[in-house]
């Protein structure tokens, strides 16, 4: 059984910057793929970015390249998002989610997934 626990969302003015955190436990975390997703009302989940834990290989949405890393800390456990730049546009509440397939050939794909966390919200003013 996998846990997952997200932190660090909030409220933020357009331009701003936040650090999402998802602290995992209960497996292997250096043989898998880790995604962070999001859900915005009356949206479907999509996909952010992914990561090969084993070698840190990422993935971005389109929404995402340039202004958001994926990033991992195997002492910790520990996913983060680093998302700067935050438009409106943006907001949502923000999922972390594991894999325990070796790979994938869509990362960003909401099905390839097998544990999910709670979530933590993200709000962008303008």
């Known amino acids: 059984q996998v846990q997952l626990v997200e932190s660090g969302g909030g409220s933020v003015q357009a331009g701003g910057s936040l650090r999402l955190s998802c602290a995992a436990s209960g497996y292997t975390y250096s043989s898998a793929f880790m995604g962070w997703f999001r859900q915005a009302p009356g949206k479907e989940r999509e996909g952010v970015a992914s990561i090969y834990t084993r070698d840190s290989t990422t993935y971005y949405a389109d929404s995402a390249q340039g202004r958001f890393t994926i990033s991992r800390d195997n002492a910790k456990n520990t996913l983060y998002l680093q998302m700067n730049s935050l438009k409106p546009e943006d907001t949502a509440m923000y999922y972390c989610?594991?894999?325990?397939?070796?790979?994938?050939?869509?990362?960003?794909?909401?099905?390839?997934?097998?544990?999910w966390g709670q979530g933590t919200q993200v709000t962008v003013s303008s």
């Open positions: 989610a594991h894999s325990g397939r070796w790979y994938s050939s869509r990362p960003l794909l909401s099905s390839e997934y097998d544990y």
